[in-house]
């Protein structure tokens, strides 16, 4: 599910404006216009923007396609090491569930810990979606 970059976790609204006045308003156009490294530090360098920054709004976006995955689960997957889509596609969803309980009680970044239906449902997502 697409939606505008404003509402990605973490958009720099400078950043906002100078994609959209690129035609890139939607987070799917953004992946669309970041598909590989060659693309994404061309985009980076056009929009002036750090490229390690724009990696990680690409790779928020990529998360942010997996239903039940918002801002308060990004960061709390993040924390646990899981940055992109493709990083969720290889995690064993039993041990991913048990370092997202041992972030939160660290970190308290959500109220309540992703059921194991739930994990299960976002790796199997993110497999489907990093199929070649």
Avoid at 20 to 30: F, S
């Amino acid at each position: 599910m697409s939606m505008m970059l404003n509402k990605l976790f973490g958009m720099n609204d400078d950043v906002e404006g100078r994609l959209r006045a690129r035609g890139i308003k939607y987070t799917d156009d953004l992946l669309t216009a970041c598909r590989n490294a060659k693309s994404l530090a061309e985009l980076a360098e056009a929009v002036q923007v750090d490229r390690a920054y724009l990696k990680r709004m690409v790779q928020r976006a990529d998360l942010e396609r997996i239903r039940g995955i918002g801002d308060a689960y990004i960061a709390l997957l993040e924390e646990a090491g899981v940055r992109s889509a493709a990083d969720l596609a290889v995690a064993a969803p039993d041990e991913l569930r048990g370092r997202l309980t041992q972030v939160n009680a660290e970190k308290r970044l959500v109220g309540r810990i992703p059921a194991p239906a739930m994990v299960n449902g976002w790796v199997k997502r993110a497999q489907y979606l990093t199929r070649g």
